[in-house]
């Protein structure tokens, strides 16, 4: 069930874009960073016009910060996050770009957390060909995500679904799928239901007909030349035009992510997307690749991964990272994530701020951000990600939905590994 529980949201995190666009326009030749904390997990913000100090903004209530380029068009931001859960670690964001390429930076210490109701909806999948007792009926909407078990009343099979969604109309995504799970995921059939009423102890029915039942479509991942992973996953989503309706309709792992089905969407219509994550890793590479599509059979490629031993990583609690020279003429930026149980370290450097630069020095800003580094000798665990694609990206909002379009196409190369911060030493990835 691990697979069907995800929610698309969650997937666009591993985008790892630290937020970047999405924030408030600035005035010209000037940069506004837009921090999002609608919990009040509280944060702290600095930033550092060209390759100047880095300067802590006064708190500001409406949670924007402008400053000026003074002529410069590199530029960097900063901002500490309290956890949305007590006890976990602070979040350091850091994004370092040029005002071409980035204006607008956004950082999200804490989303919304609207309230919700409870809803029933009843479905009737007699219909569905192939249906049997214990198949779930999956609704899936905008953040949350429920099942019921489909039992049978003579020749009548029908699934009681109890969601806790946001009120008021809603789009809602249901999934037929066989039980027990299989390799292939088989989803029976999907249906997109349009501006349901969603109130508090309200209830709908819904009845699948034949003609809701569409065709599968197939996705087809290929391998890099020559890489080998010990893990694989491909997943499709479905989006709806208002993002209100995202759901999953087709999902393989292993061997079988290589080539599957997916269950077209009834009710597809126009500014509806579907959009392909596929992920292939060993111990010390993570491949991935979204994919955007209207529909029909997809297939895509995962990118290279980093040439062997060519990044280097200083073991410190702020790493210098040499070798920052992926090959590939759709390189946008670089990201570097740090993290053990005290803190989560993450950077966004665009390819216009590091210029003709393949070295990297990890800012300390611990006096700045009042967060404290890594300790010595503790483990510290590295990523130094490559983001490619054939258009910007740091200027979309990875957490919102409307910037993923059907013609959206990132890939993702992470070179992963650990080391003890002893001041002393480096260690080679991937």
């Not at 997937?11 to 940069?31: D, H, M, Y």
């Not at 569409?214 to 391998?223: I, P, Q």
């Not at 690749?289 to 060519?310: D, E, I």
Request: proline share 7%.
């Amino acid at each position: 069930m691990k697979a069907l529980g995800v929610i698309f949201l969650g997937v666009l995190a591993l985008l790892g874009l630290v937020g970047c666009g999405g924030g408030t326009p600035p005035p010209p030749n000037s940069i506004t960073l837009t921090v999002l904390d609608s919990q009040n997990v509280g944060y702290a913000a600095a930033y550092q016009v060209g390759s100047g100090s880095w300067t802590v903004f006064t708190p500001s209530s409406t949670h924007t910060y402008t400053f000026s380029l003074s002529g410069n068009s590199k530029y960097g931001v900063a901002v500490r996050c309290n956890s949305v859960v007590p006890g976990n670690p602070p979040e350091v964001h850091v994004i370092q770009a040029t005002n071409g390429e980035l204006a607008n930076p956004k950082v999200t210490c804490s989303g919304p957390n609207p309230s919700t109701v409870s809803y029933t909806l009843t479905v009737d999948v007699t219909n569905v060909p192939g249906i049997a007792s214990g198949d779930l009926v999956m609704v899936s909407g905008q953040d949350f995500q429920s099942s019921g078990i489909v039992t049978q009343s003579g020749s009548t099979y029908t699934a009681s679904v109890s969601l806790n969604a946001q009120a008021g109309s809603q789009d809602l995504v249901v999934a037929v799928v066989e039980q027990p799970l299989a390799n292939p995921v088989n989803l029976r059939a999907t249906k997109v239901l349009r501006n349901v009423n969603v109130s508090s102890g309200g209830s709908s029915s819904y009845t699948f007909t034949s003609g809701d039942v569409l065709a599968t479509a197939n996705v087809s991942v290929t391998l890099p030349t020559g890489f080998t992973p010990t893990y694989g996953q491909a997943s499709m989503f479905y989006l709806s035009n208002d993002n209100k309706g995202w759901g999953l309709v087709g999902d393989a792992s292993g061997t079988a992510a290589a080539n599957f089905p997916y269950r077209p969407v009834a009710g597809f219509a126009s500014g509806d997307r579907y959009v392909v994550l596929a992920v292939a890793g060993n111990s010390s590479n993570v491949l991935e690749r979204f994919k955007g599509s209207t529909g029909g059979s997809v297939s895509l490629t995962l990118p290279n991964p980093w040439p062997a031993s060519s990044l280097a990583v200083t073991c410190e609690a702020h790493p210098t990272v040499s070798g920052l020279a992926y090959t590939d003429p759709n390189l946008r930026a670089y990201g570097i994530e740090l993290e053990d149980s005290t803190l989560i370290y993450q950077t966004t450097l665009s390819k216009g701020w590091l210029g003709g630069t393949t070295t990297y020095t990890v800012p300390d800003l611990s006096s700045q951000l009042a967060y404290t580094p890594f300790a010595p000798l503790t483990t510290v665990y590295v990523s130094v990600s490559a983001i490619v694609a054939s258009h910007p990206v740091l200027n979309l909002d990875s957490n919102d939905p409307a910037s993923f379009t059907a013609t959206t196409d990132i890939s993702l190369i992470h070179a992963i590994g650990q080391y003890v911060q002893s001041g002393v030493g480096n260690i080679s990835l991937p």
